[in-house]
């Protein structure tokens, strides 16, 4: 039955979604966005989310791949980068599910001024792992290698920050759906030193397409780049649109409300603004109460296992 939703869905979506969607669009557009240093960063002023995933090309990724699988042959399937074999380090080794190339991210992670690339992979681990990872490689005079590989995790939109080490911490927001249920997470990578750490700063929440009857959506749909502090850094402001409504009892969910025409209320409005001392981002002490509503509102309807 969820045909018939998926008008109603989507046109529902349109008003707190459709910055996202144009971002998803600039994704595919853009290659290789960088934000090189922190002059760079303090000469933007207000500026929309300049994701950095990179598009590998297709000979770029097969090199990239050959230092990933490690049994089993890298190729180009359907358009698609993968290694034919699960790698052994992953919990389904020899498997021919196949390992493969979701998204890219270059630059330099662990050292100043070492080509590096972060990809996210999936396949090969369990659901209970978001099945996939992201794989840490580094390039040099003899190729590719593989640093290490962290399971659970994936990135779909990445923003760089240049450190006072010379390297890049990414923020970056991943989400899956689970039952009708988009759970987000936007985190803060820091891979210095080779070790993987991962703060996560918010998770969000959209029931929506689960029709059911209260609705929550707690979406981030516009991540703003400025120095908001006025410290030659670039900061972060992450703006959201909150709706919780009970839906009326004639109608069995939200999208058959939305599809009968029922007026569903307008998003509240929320902004947070995370500062970048050169070592991490910090929330702004005026946006922690937004934070800590967010937080409840999230935690309030998530799963007991997501929480």
């Known amino acids: 039955m969820m045909h018939k939703y998926n008008r109603a869905y989507f046109r529902f979506l349109a008003n707190s979604q459709q910055a996202a969607a144009k971002l998803a669009t600039t994704v595919m557009l853009l290659s290789a966005v960088l934000l090189h240093s922190p002059l760079a960063d303090a000469e933007q002023t207000a500026s929309a989310f300049k994701n950095v995933i990179d598009k590998v090309s297709r000979s770029g990724s097969l090199l990239m791949l050959q230092a990933v699988c490690d049994r089993g042959k890298a190729e180009i399937s359907d358009g698609i980068a993968r290694c034919a074999i699960c790698p052994s380090y992953t919990s389904a080794p020899d498997k021919t599910t196949g390992f493969e190339l979701a998204n890219a991210v270059l630059g330099s992670f662990t050292q100043a001024r070492e080509p590096e690339a972060l990809l996210y992979m999936t396949g090969c681990e369990s659901d209970a792992t978001e099945d996939g990872g992201i794989v840490l490689l580094q390039n040099t005079a003899h190729g590719w290698s593989r640093l290490q590989y962290q399971r659970g995790f994936g990135f779909s939109e990445c923003l760089k920050f240049r450190t006072l080490d010379d390297v890049s911490n990414l923020l970056c927001n991943h989400s899956a759906l689970v039952d009708g249920n988009q759970i987000g997470t936007i985190s803060w990578i820091d891979l210095t030193e080779n070790k993987f750490s991962r703060e996560t700063l918010l998770r969000w929440y959209d029931n929506t397409a689960s029709n059911p009857r209260e609705l929550v959506s707690v979406f981030p749909y516009r991540f703003l780049r ?57 929330p702004q002490k005026a946006s922690q109460e937004n934070a800590a509503r967010i937080n409840q509102i999230v935690n309030k309807h998530l799963p007991t296992t997501d929480r």
């Open 226 to 282: 400025s120095d908001f502090n006025q410290d030659g850094r670039g900061d972060v402001r992450i703006s959201f649109r909150i709706r919780e409504q009970v839906i009326p009892e004639k109608f069995p969910g939200a999208l058959d409300a939305i599809n009968s025409g029922y007026n569903i209320a307008p998003p509240e409005s929320l902004s947070l603004t995370y500062l970048f001392n050169g070592v991490a981002l910090k």
